[in-house]
């Protein structure tokens, strides 16, 4: 995995959250989170978040 590029993660956003909340790119860099609704969506390929509300499964606090 790599890190995604900074200008790309300050351009998204929850799609769950109603006011779209900034996000962040797990540790593992394998994921998207959102720590808002407690979410995280996978990035495929390495590269290409899947920011789609069924892809969405629970951080584990």
């Known amino acids: 995995m ?3 590029p900074e200008n790309l993660i300050l351009t998204l956003a929850c799609p769950l959250c109603k006011d779209r ?5 797990s540790e593992d860099e394998k994921f ?3 720590h808002k609704c ?3 969506f996978p990035i495929t390929d ?3 978040p899947q920011l789609l509300s069924e ?3 629970p951080l584990k606090k």
């Open 2 to 4: 790599s890190k995604l």
């Open 21 to 25: 909340p900034k996000v962040i790119q």
């Open 32 to 34: 998207i989170e959102c």
């Open 38 to 40: 407690n979410q995280k």
């Open 46 to 48: 390495g590269k290409i």
């Open 55 to 57: 892809e969405a499964q």
